[in-house]
């Protein structure tokens, strides 16, 4: 296990660096570009100039680093036992972010995101949850500035992961089953579908209806670019911690659902090969059950079910789109950030998609060999990198990211050995009703 010996001073952003710069955010109306105006009743002034900037690299507070210093800099494990497992050539190197107070990777944008929220003299902060990583996060940094918080979660996780529900209210948050009466929106949804297993589209519409008060923000955990941007410290980190030990990796993989935790990871090794220092292959991994990558449609379309956020171009399978409830909740959110599609798009990664049951499978063998319970969402890459392991006839390094630990996601592992887990498959008439509703 090596770690670096301080954190990152800097975040990383992509954008200067690329050969294209990405398609504006449209104002759904007159579908001209956003502006500054339209942001600000939503984020504060410092995180709209985040998720516009030219600049390279933007400073990190010292009051952020001094919270980042709880947890990080995070350990990249060398994963032994798991190549000898696996018999194979390849070094596998594993970024665990399961370190932090929430278990997951999710602080590294929440506390920044609370930060300048409560400088601004913000109050209170609403947000969405998938499978409860995020919400967590976002109440455990509402906690570090004094910030009230109140989080939409979605039904399906609500009702899997209640220990979730109970670390966010241990944090101080409210938290609220997605779709619910709360929200004229959430009670539209459930009028229509009175048993919906809900979605991240749908309770990012109650979290934006729910933030209409002068003191209220809303806060968002993937997708925008300044929540990438925070991100890359995983990937800063684990950039220094391989130089240290001579290595340089062929292969780096992440799973994708918004596509923070991916971008987090990637994006510096990204730089080096625009840069022509190294040349990593880069491998996306997805929800074969929420696969916007691999099956979604390049096109503008809103974040949201309710049509309140701006159209962003973006990988997506249609606002309306409900994914099966799979247990990587996570990963259940119809559309991929705007910058990993333009990215995605000019070439610069590859992505696959992967059944439930094989990631179990790879988690499963993950925590046999390494001790570690992975959450559902990083088996996804797991899963590919076994895979690829097992594929290597020669020596090469493949880089993971273990975004978080799956401690309180046990009931969908009982699943798993009980032999009831089933996957799902997305037909293709389902997928085509979907994406015939973009705007």
Same mark, same amino acid.
């Given at each position: 296990?090596?770690?670096?010996?301080?954190?990152?001073?800097?975040?990383?952003?992509?954008?200067?660096?690329?050969?294209?710069?990405?398609?504006?955010?449209?104002?759904p109306g007159t579908r001209e570009p956003v502006g500054p105006d339209d942001l600000a009743p939503l984020?504060?002034?410092?995180?709209?100039?985040?998720?516009?900037?030219?600049?390279?690299?933007?400073?990190?507070?010292?009051?952020?680093?001094?919270?980042?210093?709880?947890?990080?800099?995070?350990?990249?494990?060398?994963?032994?036992?798991?190549?000898?497992?696996?018999?194979?050539?390849?070094?596998?190197?594993?970024?665990?972010?399961?370190?932090?107070?929430?278990?997951?990777?999710?602080?590294?944008?929440?506390?920044?995101?609370?930060?300048?929220?409560?400088?601004?003299?913000?109050?209170?902060?609403?947000?969405?949850?998938?499978?409860?990583?995020?919400?967590?996060?976002?109440?455990?940094?509402?906690?570090?500035?004094?910030?009230?918080?109140?989080?939409?979660?979605?039904?399906?996780?609500?009702?899997?992961?209640?220990?979730?529900?109970?670390?966010?209210?241990?944090?101080?948050?409210?938290?609220?089953?997605?779709?619910?009466?709360?929200?004229?929106?959430?009670?539209?949804?459930?009028?229509?579908?009175?048993?919906?297993?809900?979605?991240?589209?749908?309770?990012?519409?109650?979290?934006?209806?729910?933030?209409?008060?002068?003191?209220?923000?809303?806060?968002?955990?993937?997708?925008?670019?300044?929540?990438?941007?925070?991100?890359?410290?995983? *990937?800063?980190? =684990?950039?220094?911690?391989?130089?240290?030990? /001579?290595? #340089? +990796?062929? $292969?780096?993989?992440?799973?994708? @659902?918004?596509?923070?935790?991916?971008?987090?990871?990637?994006?510096?090794?990204?730089?080096?090969?625009?840069?022509?220092?190294?040349?990593?292959?880069?491998?996306?991994?997805?929800?074969?059950?929420?696969?916007?990558?691999?099956? *979604?449609?390049? =096109?503008?379309?809103?974040?949201?079910?309710? /049509?309140? #956020? +701006?159209? $962003?171009?973006?990988?997506?399978? @249609?606002?309306?789109?409900?994914?099966?409830?799979?247990?990587?909740?996570?990963?259940?959110?119809?559309?991929?950030?705007?910058?990993?599609?333009?990215?995605?798009?000019?070439?610069?990664?590859?992505?696959?998609?992967?059944?439930?049951?094989?990631?179990?499978?790879?988690?499963?063998?993950?925590?046999?060999?390494?001790?570690?319970?992975?959450?559902?969402?990083?088996?996804?890459?797991?899963?590919?990198?076994?895979?690829?392991?097992?594929?290597?006839?020669?020596?090469?390094?493949?880089?993971?990211?273990?975004?978080?630990?799956?401690?309180?996601?046990?009931?969908?592992?009982?699943?798993?050995?009980?032999?009831?887990?089933?996957?799902?498959?997305?037909?293709?008439?389902?997928?085509?009703?979907?994406?015939?509703?973009?705007?």
């Amino acid at each position: 296990m090596e770690t670096t010996t301080s954190t990152p001073t800097h975040w990383y952003n992509i954008v200067p660096d690329l050969p294209a710069p990405p398609p504006p955010p449209l104002r759904p109306g007159t579908r001209e570009p956003v502006g500054p105006d339209d942001l600000a009743p939503l984020f504060p002034a410092e995180l709209i100039a985040q998720e516009v900037s030219a600049e390279s690299f933007l400073p990190i507070p010292e009051e952020v680093r001094e919270v980042y210093r709880l947890w990080r800099p995070t350990p990249l494990i060398r994963a032994r036992r798991l190549e000898r497992a696996l018999d194979t050539p390849a070094r596998i190197y594993v970024k665990y972010e399961g370190v932090s107070p929430v278990g997951s990777h999710k602080p590294n944008t929440a506390v920044p995101q609370a930060f300048y929220n409560a400088r601004q003299g913000i109050r209170r902060l609403t947000t969405e949850t998938g499978a409860g990583q995020w919400g967590s996060a976002l109440a455990f940094a509402c906690s570090q500035f004094g910030l009230d918080c109140e989080i939409w979660m979605v039904r399906a996780s609500y009702d899997q992961k209640p220990y979730r529900r109970s670390m966010m209210e241990l944090y101080g948050a409210r938290v609220h089953a997605s779709p619910s009466p709360r929200t004229t929106f959430g009670a539209k949804a459930l009028a229509e579908t009175p048993g919906s297993p809900g979605s991240l589209g749908m309770a990012i519409s109650e979290a934006v209806e729910a933030a209409a008060p002068e003191d209220t923000h809303y806060a968002l955990g993937s997708v925008l670019n300044h929540v990438l941007l925070h991100q890359t410290i995983i *990937g800063e980190e =684990a950039l220094e911690q391989l130089t240290a030990l /001579g290595e #340089t +990796p062929d $292969l780096v993989v992440g799973c994708t @659902g918004g596509g923070s935790n991916f971008a987090g990871l990637t994006f510096p090794f990204l730089r080096e090969r625009l840069q022509d220092r190294m040349r990593p292959r880069i491998l996306a991994v997805e929800p074969a059950a929420c696969p916007s990558f691999t099956r *979604g449609r390049y =096109a503008y379309d809103f974040g949201d079910t309710a /049509g309140l #956020t +701006p159209l $962003l171009k973006m990988h997506t399978l @249609g606002h309306d789109f409900v994914p099966d409830p799979i247990h990587a909740g996570g990963l259940r959110y119809h559309g991929m950030a705007p910058l990993l599609s333009h990215l995605y798009e000019q070439g610069l990664f590859q992505a696959i998609a992967k059944p439930q049951r094989e990631c179990f499978e790879a988690g499963v063998l993950f925590a046999r060999t390494e001790g570690i319970v992975p959450a559902p969402e990083p088996t996804h890459a797991l899963a590919a990198t076994i895979e690829e392991a097992r594929r290597a006839t020669e020596p090469k390094v493949i880089l993971t990211a273990l975004c978080g630990h799956g401690h309180l996601d046990m009931a969908a592992y009982d699943r798993y050995l009980s032999g009831e887990m089933t996957d799902h498959a997305l037909p293709e008439d389902r997928l085509a009703a979907a994406l015939s509703h973009l705007p």
